[in-house]
């Protein structure tokens, strides 16, 4: 299966700054996906990033707070802008690897103070 | 879109059987039935999927109703590494996308 290495693994930041979390796949995969878990949640599913397409964001989340870029078919950023406290979680990507199953990274762990 | 529904807890003690079931009343034909876990302080990772046939694999089973409307993922022995988030996902139905409900937390006593 894909081996996925996310940046950075945590952060501490100040509520108005934005921050980068990239993802790096050791092979070329269509789809990754973006997700946010909140403290004692579940996942959320923030959108999917395609190569050489915008992304699609799901209800509730949109560009201008969550940009993505996708430049390639092996990598992939989010930014989570303008943050506030309410931003603290853990993100993740995702990807379909081989036969069916997915991977995800080992996720960013949010602090917005 | 179809929905799979799962006990929010369940608790087993060390090194016997574990059945966790799910339920997918409004699966499609084409629907393939996935299980995720989360164990403490780490993203999800993949532990098994079936379309029609009961699954094995090193680390669990999966267990395919005959008219697929539900499935269980048995861990035969647990252990307490296996205490987790788990999560029974059918991501086809969702466009390819992996839909994460509350999923079953599974404690494990020794």
């Known amino acids: 299966s894909a081996v996925i290495s996310q940046k950075p693994s945590r952060d501490i930041c100040q509520r108005g700054t934005s921050l980068t979390i990239q993802c790096q796949v050791d092979s070329q995969v269509t789809m990754m996906f973006w997700y946010r878990q909140q403290p004692g949640q579940s996942l959320t599913l923030i959108a999917t990033?395609?190569?050489?397409?915008?992304?699609?964001?799901e209800s509730g989340f949109v560009i201008d707070k969550f940009p993505i870029s996708r430049p390639n078919l092996t990598f992939s950023t989010l930014t989570v802008s303008n943050m506030s406290p309410e931003d603290s979680s853990i993100y993740l990507c995702?990807?379909?690897?081989?036969?069916?199953?997915?991977?995800f990274g080992s996720g960013t762990r949010l602090t917005v103070v | 879109d179809a929905k799979t529904t799962q006990p929010n807890s369940m608790e087993s003690n060390e090194e016997e059987p574990v059945h966790l079931p799910c339920n997918h009343s409004t699966i499609s034909g084409t629907d393939y039935i996935h299980w995720y876990r989360q164990l403490p302080s780490q993203g999800p990772e993949y532990v098994i999927h079936g379309l029609t046939s009961n699954v094995n694999n090193r680390m669990a089973s999966l267990a395919i109703a005959e008219d697929r409307k539900s499935s269980t993922l048995i861990l035969h022995r647990a252990t307490l590494r296996d205490a987790a988030v788990y999560y029974c996902?059918?991501?086809?139905?969702?466009?390819?996308?992996?839909?994460f409900g509350q999923g079953t937390e599974l404690s494990v006593k020794p």
């Open positions: 990033a395609n190569q050489g397409s915008e992304a699609t964001y």
């Open positions: 995702s990807v379909v690897g081989g036969r069916r199953s997915y991977t």
């Open positions: 996902i059918l991501p086809y139905n969702q466009g390819g996308k992996l839909i």
